[in-house]
């Protein structure tokens, strides 16, 4: 009994020991889909200035495949040290986990909040000859033509998607959607004129600011974006309440030691506090935001349950 309970005060130590040295070798930031995408260009950002805060390489691993699952579940099954974490976002994580039956991580159980860093928000396009030029008049004339709009997005369960079933519930409209599996097409398909809107992510859309072959009609945050300032919001097109984001924050596995949890938190706070990270972020199509661990936890656990109900409600739950 007392070999037993000196092996464990020493383990604890040990363990108290590690992290208050923490760190003391190089972090491994998993971004969860490949290189160039938005989550990489924030994990790379972010890696940037956790290297600067922490002292310590803080090297990008992408992680692609299964929607995000395999970069998510190699920080759950990681050694909760410090030294493997997730630049997680909702597409990787709330989303499928709200429309697969089969998704392997339990989210208020595997993964731990911790710190909320950034965001980026759907855009709203048309295609050129289309007979609208603002939001509102895009849902009058879809309230008109009930049915015969489509639209294209990154594909089934993407935020984007999301926030046009959104749209769809909230004003009464009816179109079809088409599903693709990357920017690029979609893009190609809306200036060919062969789909009449396009719901895409901020990063994509900034690229397309001075294209003159397509509308620009709204963003879905209540904000406007730095980038695009004179788009306006969903919210101001005339649906109250209208606000969809899609978050990108830094998660680690459970039973992440307290102490490693809050130096991390307070490094990510000043990273997106930093004037520079800021402006960085901003000019790529996100908009920085700093959530420390409980706030993060908190509002993690609310996302969850929000879209969960959302695709249970408009039937976009997989069965299989």
């Known amino acids: 009994m007392l070999q037993s309970f000196v092996l464990l005060l020493l383990a604890g130590l040990t363990s108290s020991a590690a992290a208050q040295d923490y760190p003391s070798r190089q972090i491994m930031l998993i971004a969860p889909f490949a290189a160039g995408g938005s989550t ?31 970069g998510a579940r190699e920080v759950v099954r990681a050694d909760p040290d410090g030294y493997t974490l997730l630049l997680a976002n909702a597409g990787a994580t709330v989303i499928p986990g709200a429309i697969s039956n089969s998704y392997p991580i339990d989210l208020n159980k595997d993964l731990l909040a911790i710190g909320l860093t950034a965001e980026f928000v759907g855009v709203v396009m048309a295609k050129k000859d289309l007979p609208v030029n603002s939001m509102q008049e895009f849902i009058a004339y879809a309230k008109a033509n009930p049915g015969k709009l489509n639209f294209g997005t990154s ?90 984001t899609a978050w990108l924050g830094v998660m680690g596995p459970a039973g992440l030691p307290p102490t490693i949890r809050q130096k991390l938190s307070a490094a990510l706070m000043e990273i997106a506090r930093d004037s520079d990270t800021q402006v960085k972020l901003r000019k790529i199509g996100f908009e920085p935001i700093g959530k420390d661990a409980a706030a993060f936890q908190e509002f993690f656990r609310s996302d969850v349950k929000k879209w969960t109900e959302f695709v249970k409600e408009r039937g976009l739950k997989d069965t299989q």
Do not use: C, W
């Not at 950002?45 to 395999?70: D, F």
């Not at 097409?185 to 809107?197: E, V």
């Not at 396009?198 to 294209?211: I, K, M, R």
């Open 40 to 70: 990489d260009l924030v994990a790379r950002v972010v890696s940037e200035g956790m290297r600067a805060k922490l002292g310590q390489p803080v090297i990008v691993e992408n992680k692609p495949g299964g929607t995000g699952v395999i």
């Open 155 to 244: 594909g089934v369960g993407s935020m984007v998607h999301l926030s046009a079933e959104l749209l769809m519930k909230e004003t009464g409209i009816k179109m079809q959607h088409l599903p693709y599996k990357g920017g690029s097409n979609s893009m190609a398909d809306l200036l060919g004129g062969t789909i009449d809107a396009l719901f895409v992510s901020s990063p994509v859309a900034v690229g397309q600011a001075e294209n003159k072959n397509l509308k620009m009609l709204a963003v879905t945050s209540r904000y406007r974006l730095e980038a695009l300032p004179n788009v306006p919001t969903v919210e101001e097109s005339g649906v109250p309440g209208f606000d969809t």
